[in-house]
Structure formats: structure tokens, C-alpha cells
């Protein structure tokens, strides 16, 4: 089963607007990453924060972490409509794989 | 560099029909991995290698199979398709220090 899951599913706003998504995961994790989709195009990597982090910035992204509710959230600040996309989280879950597994994503679109 | 490729990027096949997705970096990475991508599901794992000549399962395996003889390719083999095995197809790899993955620009896979 997944270990991340989105939400919204869908966001919808207006150029300049702050753009919040958030992801819940099952079980610990060593880091959680966030993934940028646009359509019809490969995943392209966004922003990794550790277990022992608990907030992260890069350009206009912030990402938060919860160890203790198991979650995370995604703030894109004065959006673009070129920030329309589908937003992923992927975990590296403790003791596994190494290889992230991947919530459903959020889908956003900033309007012009 | 080239970064992860795939080939091809776009097959239709007949049911009970074979074929093989190919994918490769020259990243030097160490691990590969393939995911399936179907419309409100998100990525799921199908297989996923930690370096030449080791293999394992993700969460939906079935109806795959994979062999790693070379650090460079990682190849995604259909025994016998079927219509559920419609879907967009990536491959990613990462080093073994580094949980960033990189993505191919997928395989879109209709069976009909």
C-alpha cells in the first residue's frame, strides 16, 4: 500500500496566492521528499527533509515536518502559473527498501 | 549526461502479447527502479534494483519481470500482457548516498 497520501487531491487558485499541500505517511521515516509532475512528464525532485529536520526552504518552497503526527505539508508562496502541476510526497520508510514510495499527489492549478 | 532514459515512449500491444520497456542512466547510480502510474493511484512500485545483478519486488510485481546485468540498464520485461497493464511507466535511479531519485520521461503502454 501507499505510504504517503495527499491532500487536497485538487487545488485550484489565483496567480500570487499561497499554495498549502499536505501529506500523511503510515510509518517512520528516514526523509520524506516532495515531486513536482507537470503533465505527461517524468516526476522532477523538489525538496527532501530529514526525520530529525523539522522545517526546510528552498526559493519560494517550504516544507514542514511532524514526526509525531506523521506528517508534512508543502507551502508554495506567491504562486505562479507556472507552478500548475501535480505535487508529490514520497517516503523512505526506516529499515527499507531505500527505494521512496509515492502518495497519490495533489493536483494544482494556478490561474493566471 | 543524458540523465535516465526510456525507450519507447509510447507501445500498444495486443493481449498475451510480450515486450520489453527499456531504461538506462549514466549517472553511475546504483539504484534503479520502475514504478507504474495510473490515473488517482500515483506511482506504484513494480521492481527495484540496489545494484548488478540484485533485484526485488515493490508493491505490485505481478505480470513483470526485471534483471540488472549491467549498473547502466534496467529493463522492464512483460511476459504475457494484459489490459489492467495499461498505464505510464517510469524509471528512476539514484546513488546509494543520495535519496534524491531522477526520472525518465516514461513509457505510455496501452493493451488492448
Known amino acids: 500500500s501507499q505510504q504517503g497520501e495527499e491532500d487536497p487531491q485538487a487545488l485550484s487558485i489565483q496567480e500570487g496566492e499561497n499554495a498549502t499541500m499536505n501529506c500523511s505517511y503510515k510509518?517512520?521515516?528516514?526523509?520524506l521528499q516532495w515531486y513536482r509532475q507537470n503533465s505527461g512528464r517524468g516526476l522532477v525532485h523538489l525538496i527532501l527533509?530529514?526525520?530529525?529536520?523539522r522545517e526546510k526552504h528552498s526559493g519560494r518552497l517550504r516544507v514542514t515536518l511532524d514526526t509525531s503526527k506523521k506528517s508534512s505539508s508543502l507551502l508554495i508562496t506567491a504562486s505562479r502559473a507556472a507552478d500548475t502541476a501535480s505535487y508529490f510526497c514520497?517516503?523512505?520508510?526506516?529499515?527499507?527498501?531505500?527505494?521512496?514510495?509515492f502518495g497519490r499527489g495533489t493536483s494544482l492549478i494556478v490561474h493566471p | 549526461n543524458a540523465g535516465v532514459t526510456q525507450t519507447p515512449k509510447f507501445q500498444v500491444l495486443k493481449t498475451g502479447q510480450s515486450m520489453t520497456l527499456q531504461c538506462a542512466q549514466d549517472?553511475?547510480?546504483?539504484?534503479m527502479s520502475w514504478y507504474r502510474q495510473d490515473p488517482g493511484m500515483g506511482l506504484r512500485l513494480i521492481h527495484y534494483?540496489?545494484?548488478?545483478?540484485?533485484?526485488d519486488q515493490g508493491e505490485v510485481p505481478n505480470g513483470y519481470n526485471v534483471s540488472r546485468s549491467t549498473t547502466e540498464d534496467f529493463p522492464l520485461r512483460l511476459l504475457s500482457a494484459a489490459p489492467s497493464q495499461t498505464s505510464v511507466y517510469f524509471c528512476?535511479?539514484?546513488?546509494?548516498?543520495?535519496?534524491?531519485?531522477?526520472f525518465g520521461p516514461g513509457t505510455r503502454l496501452l493493451v488492448l
Open positions: 514520497a517516503t523512505d520508510a526506516s529499515g527499507g527498501s531505500y527505494i521512496p514510495t
Open positions: 510509518t517512520s521515516i528516514n526523509n
Open positions: 528512476a535511479s539514484r546513488t546509494r548516498t543520495q535519496e534524491t531519485q531522477y
Open positions: 549517472m553511475n547510480h546504483e539504484y
Open positions: 534494483s540496489v545494484g548488478a545483478g540484485i533485484t
Open positions: 527533509i530529514r526525520s530529525n529536520e
